[in-house]
């Protein structure tokens, strides 16, 4: 079984480009499930029920969100529109939205989660460990995929580290750099960050003279998000459907 991930889908530039490449993509590396990143997808912060529901469309079974999941007000009045979208469990307001969703694939429960990371982000309820071990204890799936949103590398290969026997893949966003770290633990798959889908002549997404204006000459501005065109970063993970357990990842970077 392959499930295909794609990192942190960015501004107008990263949603065209999934939107259009998604569905070539999922034939060319034959996936059976398919997970998005989506939470800077409505102008670069935030997502939209129009957004989660042209994802979906585009070849999406599943969407996980970040710290910018509620950024955007109308998501909050519209969330029971997305059944496939899903926030982070240690994100309030924490009656929201579904922290987790189980799919049947090919005979297979899949169960993927999102949480936050709690080093270096000012957003997240608890730690990642805590709010993981609750879930477990409710959670009965026979495939366990988390889209950790983290800042920190090291905290991310901590809960890889702890939790690689009960689960299947950790794999990170938010810092929108897909890194080489790529693994395979006791048939858990293992990436610190699998990158973004946005502009690739950007800083982290955002228009590169915006940021320097802001940061160098301590100019007032907006977020505006890199209209440049996107590259696509993601990871592939092949699962052993004898064993429910990762056998491989292969790292994705399409570059305009």
């Known amino acids: ?32 499930f398919t997970i998005v990143n989506g939470e800077n997808s409505a102008h670069g912060k935030g997502i939209t029920s129009r957004i989660c529901h042209s994802l979906t469309a585009a070849g999406a079974d599943l969407i996980t969100l970040g710290n910018h999941a509620f950024s955007k007000n109308e998501i909050l009045l519209h969330l029971e529109e997305c059944p496939d979208l899903i926030r982070p ?25 999102n949480l936050l990371g709690s080093v270096f982000m000012d957003c997240a309820s608890e730690s990642p460990i805590t ?6 204890k409710e959670l009965s799936a026979d495939i366990i995929f988390v ?16 939790f690689h026997d009960r689960v299947t893949a950790v794999i990170g966003t938010h810092t929108h ?3 080489a770290d790529e ?10 960050d699998a990158g973004m889908c946005g502009p690739f002549r950007s800083i982290l997404g955002r228009d590169v003279e915006e940021v320097i204006a802001r940061t160098v000459r301590k100019e007032a501005t907006r977020y505006t998000p890199s209209e440049a065109p996107a590259m696509i970063c993601g990871a592939l993970i092949t699962i052993d459907e004898a064993t429910d357990r990762a056998v491989a ?8």
């Open 1 to 32: 079984m392959n499930i295909l991930f794609l990192g942190d889908v960015t501004g107008r530039s990263g949603r065209d480009a999934v939107l259009k490449r998604l569905p070539s993509l999922k034939q060319e590396v034959q996936a059976d």
């Open 89 to 113: 469990a240690n994100l309030e307001p924490s009656d929201r939205g579904s922290a987790y969703a189980v799919r049947s694939v090919k005979g297979k429960r899949i169960a993927v989660v």
């Open 131 to 136: 709010a993981m071990e609750r879930i477990l």
């Open 147 to 162: 889209d950790l949103h983290a800042e920190a590398t090291s905290e991310k290969e901590l809960f890889f580290h702890l």
């Open 177 to 179: 750099v897909q890194t």
């Open 183 to 192: 693994q395979i633990l006791d048939g858990c798959a293992y990436l610190s």
């Open 249 to 256: 990842i292969r790292r994705i970077q399409e570059r305009p």
